[in-house]
């Protein structure tokens, strides 16, 4: 008898515990969710590793890569820079597009100095230039349109430099890494007044 | 008329009950769910959930130290109603931070486990309160009140010294805005804490190799972080930069203990970095290189039974030092533990600065 009853109590509280996670936990499941980045996709922001590293590669200070810049952009782009979204989805994408083009492998696979020719190319709006699109439906268009490859590498650059030296509050610059770099010492060390001493 | 009223009534009270169930239900999930399947599954605090796992901690379940929603009362409660709120309406809730009051109720927690480390510093200086710091006569009346005497104590305050006390002048008399901070300690644990950090969870060596168990041990990091009011972020010991002290133009060769960054970010000289200024008490002198920890225990700060690890094997005088001319033996000897040296009390001997004197 006690048994049976605490078999009731138990499947009632189980189909509660049911009810109740799914009536509240709809959208949390974790397989739903597309990317753990806010704007990135899990693809883009791979990618955003590999251009900033090539931008500040890792010597015997971690490069952008470790210091979070990629984070950065990321954390940027869902706020103050909501604006150069669309820049960051479309130019990411005709950096894909372009290595597809020109080396047949993405950009992530390219050997190092592969890349970093590829990024000179940017630089100097080579892609612009010369680049067309070999998607039938867009036979004939320009993967980067007026000087694009210019205007985005020069962004991607000063957000770069801006995750990197910034302060980490703002999702890069792991550790302080560049202020230590640079021989700043952060926190500054500095004891109160002490006139009477 | 009636059957209107009694539609609507059951349908409320169906309502209500499989609110309450859901409700219910959702509160035993949550407090007994594994944490990826609960709190990491809201990405407002999914970070928090990522950096708790590789902590020494990671074994625990969030309600160790947050409690449950029910359990810190209605303040939390409400918190946790905004998030669901912010959740459903999509706005991104970066960067949760706690704020003072929960700290303190976190620290509680802390207390729970770690009883001895309270007790320890209990006993010492650091658990100094608001009372203690702001009320302090003689301080208030040398040292104008002023907006950074909340980096080193009262850091997790939201809000400026003004609103700490009244008024902000050397004359007085002081009093605190809030009565009730007055027996909040200033400096807890999370000042130099951080649980949301790397750490290992302690486990058995090798006994297989037992020659070789003192070789299985790795370096590990410190367990301390410095909290910075200003980015309100703690940072690792390690990450904390080394003093650099300068006696003039000399500059004092210092410990490389990341313990001691830690001390030195409070107990600091002055903007010159001058030995001696301002807190300072960077060991020079015969103790010169030593760390603040080779001598003051974590929490109380107790150095008494510190001496016996190193002397008297090293003592040049074939003197018992503890009763030497030194501070430790009486405050007033002008002989001070931090930077007592050599010439300071053989002055007749070949010593430049000595003779001078």
Redesign the interface.
């Known amino acids: 008898m006690e048994r049976n009853k605490l078999s009731r109590r138990h499947f009632i509280q189980m189909s509660a515990f049911g009810v109740g996670s799914l009536l509240l936990f709809p959208q949390c499941s974790p397989q739903l969710r597309k990317s753990s980045w806010r704007f990135f996709s899990v693809e883009e922001a791979f990618l955003m590793d590999t251009i900033v590293e090539q931008i500040i590669p890792t010597d015997e200070w971690m490069g952008a890569r470790d210091a979070g810049v990629t984070n950065f952009i990321d954390k940027q782009l869902v706020g103050p820079y909501v604006r150069f979204q669309e820049k960051y989805r479309n130019g990411l994408s005709a950096i894909q597009s372009s290595c597809h083009i020109l080396f047949r492998k993405p950009f992530e696979e390219l050997s190092w100095d592969e890349q970093t020719g590829f990024l000179k190319m940017m630089e100097t709006g080579k892609l612009s230039q010369t680049l067309e699109s070999r998607d039938p439906s867009q036979k004939g268009e320009k993967i980067w349109e007026n000087n694009f490859d210019r205007s985005f590498f020069n962004l991607v650059c000063d957000h770069t430099m801006q995750g990197f030296y910034g302060s980490p509050r703002h999702g890069g610059n792991k550790d302080y890494v560049s202020y230590r770099m640079i021989g700043l010492d952060y926190p500054f060390t500095i004891g109160q007044n002490r006139y009477k001493s | 008329m009636k059957k209107i009223l009694f539609t609507t009534l059951l349908v409320l009270a169906i309502l209500f009950i499989?609110g309450a169930?859901?409700?219910?239900?959702?509160y035993?999930?949550w407090n007994t769910a594994s944490p990826?399947r609960t709190c990491?599954?809201?990405?407002e605090i999914?970070s928090s959930v990522k950096s708790f796992s590789g902590s020494s901690h990671q074994k625990m379940h969030c309600k160790e130290c947050h409690g449950t929603a029910l359990s810190n009362g209605l303040h939390s409660l409400k918190e946790k109603g905004m998030m669901v709120v912010n959740h459903i309406r999509e706005e991104?809730v970066?960067?949760i931070r706690m704020n003072e009051s929960q700290v303190l109720n976190v620290m509680e927690n802390c207390v729970r486990c770690h009883a001895s480390e309270y007790a320890n510093w209990k006993s010492g200086g650091h658990s100094a309160t608001y009372k203690d710091i702001f009320l302090d006569v003689t301080h208030n009346q040398?040292?104008q009140l002023n907006f950074?005497?909340l980096r080193?104590h009262g850091m997790f305050f939201e809000g400026t010294t003004a609103d700490v006390v009244e008024p902000i002048n050397t004359q007085g008399p002081w009093k605190l805005k809030d009565p009730k901070k007055a027996g909040q300690p200033a400096i807890p644990c999370l000042a130099c804490h951080q649980v949301h950090a790397d750490g290992a969870i302690a486990q058995a060596p090798d006994y297989s190799k037992p020659a070789s168990i003192f070789y299985q041990r790795t370096d590990s990091v410190s367990k301390v972080s410095?909290y910075?009011r200003?980015?309100?972020?703690h940072?690792?010991s390690e990450?904390?930069?080394k003093?650099?002290l300068f006696e003039g133009e000399y500059q004092v060769p210092v410990s490389e203990d990341p313990l001691m960054r830690n001390c030195?970010?409070c107990?600091?000289?002055?903007?010159w970095?001058q030995a001696g200024?301002?807190?300072?008490r960077t060991p020079r002198g015969v103790h010169q290189g030593l760390s603040c920890t080779s001598c003051h225990e974590p929490h109380s700060n107790n150095a008494r039974n510190s001496c016996v690890k190193c002397h008297p094997a090293i003592s040049n005088c074939k003197l018992d030092v503890t009763t030497m001319n030194t501070t430790y033996a009486n405050p007033k000897s002008p002989n001070n533990i931090h930077w007592v040296s050599c010439k300071d009390c053989h002055k007749n001997q070949k010593s430049k600065i000595g003779n001078e004197k």
């Open positions: 499989v169930l859901s409700f219910g239900s959702f035993a999930y990826d990491a599954s809201c990405h999914s991104r970066e960067d040398t040292e950074d005497c080193c410095f910075d200003h980015e309100k972020e940072i690792r990450m904390l930069p003093l650099k030195t970010q107990h600091a000289p002055n903007g970095h200024t301002s807190d300072d």
